[in-house]
């Protein structure tokens, strides 16, 4: 079963922990000195908050499968669209070890599809990861 993951740059990490804690009557799951995550089961959803980039607002939306085979046939569906995708494997990325497929939607809004298979001591990488419509591909980039 997929999970629906949205992550949010925030200005005030711990209030903000404060705010989602009391919104989804739960402590996160993981919580870092700037990273925090709830893995909740109602509603479905990988919500991370981080207060790692200089403005607030929504950073990225994704789609959290639960194995490889998930992940590799959204990607595939992606790339027979003719969709530009980054395919990243072991990625380390919010305190995760993750195999990853990034794109961007027709308003450049960024969506990551993946698969964590286990838990990193680092916040890692959260490069903007995915060319802008019309871009060319760079040598990490699968098209």
């Not at 838990?119 to 980039?141: H, Q, W």
């Amino acid at each position: 079963m997929k999970r629906l993951h949205l992550h949010i740059a925030v200005d005030d990490l711990p209030r903000s922990i404060e705010f989602y804690s009391m919104l989804f009557a739960a402590r996160p799951t993981i919580e870092k000195a700037d990273y925090a995550k709830w893995q909740l089961e109602d509603p479905r959803v990988n919500l991370a908050i981080s207060a790692r980039h200089a403005r607030a607002g929504l950073d990225h939306l994704g789609i959290q499968v639960e194995s490889d085979d998930e992940l590799r046939e959204i990607a595939s569906r992606l790339k027979r669209a003719g969709e530009i995708t980054r395919d990243q494997e072991a990625a380390t990325c919010c305190y995760a070890q993750s195999n990853k497929c990034w794109i961007s939607d027709p308003s450049a809004l960024r969506w990551e599809t993946f698969f964590s298979f286990d838990s990193a001591t680092t916040y890692g990488e959260d490069n903007d990861p995915v060319p802008k419509p019309g871009a060319c591909c760079s040598a990490s980039t699968s098209c």
